[in-house]
């Protein structure tokens, strides 16, 4: 969701421009005054600022020559909005080093339409010098072809797993289009789905899939307290059946572009939205349970995969005990499926049921609780080579316990 700074003395104003932009879907943060604005730009990083010129102690445009001055504030749009409506005001407004300028009073469809060309225009200024290869960014699709194992509880926990770790951009797209859970999973409000990339809300207008750009995107990506940004299923099956897989592999081009890291939660069945994301997916992280129905459907979706072209070491295979009760040996699952199980994760049915009852995924508990162990560990094996390879410049908690314990490994494999 974009965040917005507004900037005026006057509580009408204030007022009416957070329920005018609200209304549209924005976060909006209010300062009274100049030197409350820049505190708060500090603190919270807006993606655009709608200040006013008349306010006590500093001025408007005071205000703006200090935001460009300063190198972390120097690119963020701002809007004058104010009642000097002279030629003059205009020009020292510009020259101050305003983007935008409008008065008072205003329209709400009209500061809705200015928000919207400040917010393109940016992004299309910061696409400029971003690098172009898709390869930048690190996509994993999970994924089985038979429900009940897991799929939504590992996808949540990896994509959370991955933010922690390196403190990077990281998505989680739910592409569960009839039912998906991710967004509850985070104990996350429904505001924005992939249906407001679809149709126009509270119309019959559907939103034609090149009018569809990384602005509108990260309108609609719902924001976790940890960084991790999501990509919620729709509110209902109705919704999700209007996603087409032209525009799902538009939408996920446009955020493999912008994200060092994606992650994908896959229904269970080949439709075309579904192979999109497969076919996005550098890794597809394939989940089975030990018991005759999980491992006859991951051989068949393995036949499918053979079939898609797609090599066995896009495959990182995943087996997770869902019961408690004895299962198939490892070794007969492997043999069966010619492939190895990278990953065991053991039964733990109260734990996982427990997170997704409060919203509080395991990957965020204890560190020392195994299951967070796990998941960080997971997270890691799966991350990018190039960040695997160094230490980050500032390493995260997460980080530094999964190095302790990759060397706590080596020292005892070499002991």
Same mark, same amino acid.
């Not at 969701?1 to 009416?16: E, F, Q």
């Not at 004058?80 to 003059?88: G, P, V």
């Given at each position: 969701?974009? &965040?917005?700074? =507004?900037?005026?003395?006057?509580?009408?104003?204030?007022?009416?421009v957070t329920v005018t932009l609200t209304r549209a879907g924005y976060e909006v943060l209010t300062a009274k005054d100049g030197r409350e604005a820049l505190a708060r730009v500090e603190s919270t990083q807006p993606d655009l600022i709608i200040l006013d010129v008349m306010m006590p102690e500093m001025d408007g445009y005071e205000v703006c020559r200090r935001l460009r001055s300063r190198p972390a504030t120097a690119?963020?749009? *701002?809007?004058? +909005?104010?009642?000097? %409506?002279?030629?003059? %005001?205009?020009?020292?407004?510009?020259?101050?080093? /305003?983007?935008?300028?409008?008065?008072k009073p205003f329209e709400p469809a009209e500061l809705q339409a200015h928000v919207m060309a400040l917010l &393109?225009? &940016?992004?299309?200024?910061?696409?400029?010098?971003?690098?172009?290869?898709?390869? @930048?960014?690190?996509?994993?699709?999970? #994924? /089985?072809?038979? @429900?009940?194992?897991?799929?939504?509880?590992?996808?949540? !926990? +990896?994509?959370? @797993?991955?933010?922690?770790? $390196?403190?990077? %951009?990281?998505?989680?797209?739910?592409?569960? #289009?009839?039912?998906?859970?991710s967004?509850?999973?985070?104990?996350?409000?429904? &505001?924005?789905? $992939?249906? !407001?990339?679809?149709?126009?809300? #509270?119309?019959?207008?559907?939103?034609? *899939?090149?009018?569809?750009?990384? *602005?509108?995107? !990260?309108?609609?990506?719902? /924001?976790?307290?940890? @960084?991790?940004?999501?990509?919620?299923?729709? =509110?209902?099956? =109705?919704?999700?059946?209007?996603?087409?897989?032209?525009?799902?592999?538009?939408?996920?081009?446009l955020l493999r572009r912008q994200v060092d890291y994606l992650v994908l939660d896959l229904p269970h069945d080949f439709r075309d939205t579904t192979l999109a994301g497969l076919d996005a997916a550098q890794q597809i992280v394939c989940l089975t349970a030990p018991d005759v129905a999980s491992v006859h459907a991951t051989s068949r979706a393995f036949d499918v995969f053979d079939e898609l072209g797609y090599s066995r070491e896009k495959i990182f295979l995943v087996l997770n005990w869902t019961f408690q009760s004895r299962g198939l040996p490892r070794k007969d699952i492997e043999a069966a499926l010619r492939h190895r199980i990278d990953v065991v994760i053991p039964f733990a049915s109260e734990h996982m049921v427990d997170a997704i009852n409060t919203g509080s995924p395991v990957v965020t508990r204890s560190p020392d609780d195994p299951l967070t162990i796990l998941f960080e560990d997971l997270a890691f094996a799966l991350s990018k080579d190039e960040h695997k390879a160094y230490q980050p410049a500032t390493p995260t908690d997460v980080w530094q316990r999964v190095r302790r314990r990759q060397q706590k490994r080596s020292q005892k494999a070499s002991g």
């Open positions: 969701m974009m &965040r917005i700074l =507004a900037v005026d003395d006057d509580p009408v104003t204030l007022k009416l690119n963020i749009p *701002i809007m004058m +909005l104010t009642a000097k %409506s002279t030629l003059e %005001s205009k020009i020292a407004g510009f020259e101050a080093g /305003s983007d935008d300028y409008v008065v &393109r225009r &940016r992004a299309t200024v910061g696409l400029e010098g971003a690098v172009r290869p898709e390869m @930048g960014c690190r996509v994993i699709a999970v #994924f /089985s072809l038979r @429900g009940g194992v897991g799929v939504s509880t590992l996808a949540t !926990n +990896l994509a959370l @797993g991955l933010t922690r770790l $390196w403190n990077l %951009s990281t998505v989680l797209a739910d592409m569960v #289009f009839t039912c998906g859970q967004a509850l999973m985070l104990n996350l409000p429904l &505001r924005t789905t $992939w249906a !407001n990339l679809t149709r126009v809300p #509270f119309t019959d207008r559907v939103i034609p *899939i090149g009018d569809v750009d990384m *602005i509108m995107v !990260n309108h609609v990506l719902l /924001s976790h307290p940890s @960084g991790l940004r999501v990509l919620a299923a729709p =509110a209902t099956p =109705a919704e999700g059946e209007e996603i087409e897989a032209e525009r799902a592999t538009h939408i996920l081009t």
